[in-house]
């Protein structure tokens, strides 16, 4: 069974800081992984998936099969990024079936 | 563009009342999913739609949630009778292969249920 675990529920950096938020996998095979933002009161929102290796608003991720991780990180925290993330994992060959984790609040303070 | 639209986005009801969600996907967007979220969770899909047809339904509650997709457009999620437990965010996301980021899931403001 697919399963995505954000150990934390809530973290707390100093604006300008670096960021890691965590992300664990548990999947028999090459799955495809996500980052989904949350911002208040919109909706949420793909932030980047590993396949594009994209950087997006700073964020970078990427996927160690041998430790079957996912860690969002950005160098320099900004306020704006105060928002509720969730990793998620799908089978290869599309987006379609997102197994979701409990999120990680993360809150940027000045 | 308008994006997902679900409705209502609030909703308050004694338990064992029927209630339904209505969502409008996507203009174009084939696949449609019904996510259910409870607090402090995250979203939990209950069906997936392709056109018309549910492919994926395997975590329904079908006892007591059913949902159609009549002419593969919107979508309405109904919960018969409800119960307590069933308190919680209901989210409509849809997606398109043909889209410049294929199967990216758009999601809805959703709907908050809760249940008295």
Not at chain 1, 30 to 45: A, G, H, K, M, T
Not at chain 2, 4 to 10: D, F, H, K
Not at chain 2, 61 to 79: C, H, N, Q
Request: net charge positive.
């Amino acid at each position: 069974a697919q399963r995505v675990t954000q150990p934390e529920k809530l973290l707390s950096v100093f604006k300008g800081a670096p960021v890691e938020l965590k992300c664990n996998y548990s999947y028999s095979g090459s799955p495809e992984l996500f980052w989904y933002v949350q911002y208040s009161r919109q909706r949420l929102q793909l932030l980047l998936r590993h396949i594009s290796r994209e950087s997006i608003k700073g964020f970078t991720a990427d996927l160690n099969k041998g430790e079957t991780s996912f860690h969002l990180k950005k160098p320099f925290a900004q306020e704006e990024d105060s928002a509720m993330y969730y990793c998620a994992l799908s089978p290869p060959g599309g987006g379609n079936k997102l197994t979701f984790g409990t999120g990680t609040q993360l809150k940027v303070e000045l | 563009e308008a994006g997902v639209v679900q409705s209502p986005r609030y909703k308050i009801i004694e338990k064992k009342q029927p209630v339904a969600f209505w969502c409008n996907p996507i203009s174009g967007h084939n696949t449609l999913y019904w996510y259910l979220q409870n607090l402090g969770q995250g979203p939990e899909l209950l069906i997936r739609y392709e056109n018309e047809e549910a492919v994926d339904d395997s975590q329904l509650p079908k006892d007591r949630f059913s949902a159609e997709r009549l002419k593969g457009v919107d979508s309405t999620l109904k919960i018969q009778p409800a119960e307590l437990g069933d308190s919680a965010v209901y989210l409509c996301a849809s997606s398109s292969r043909t889209s410049g980021r294929a199967n990216e899931q758009f999601f809805g403001p959703g709907t908050r249920l809760t249940v008295l």
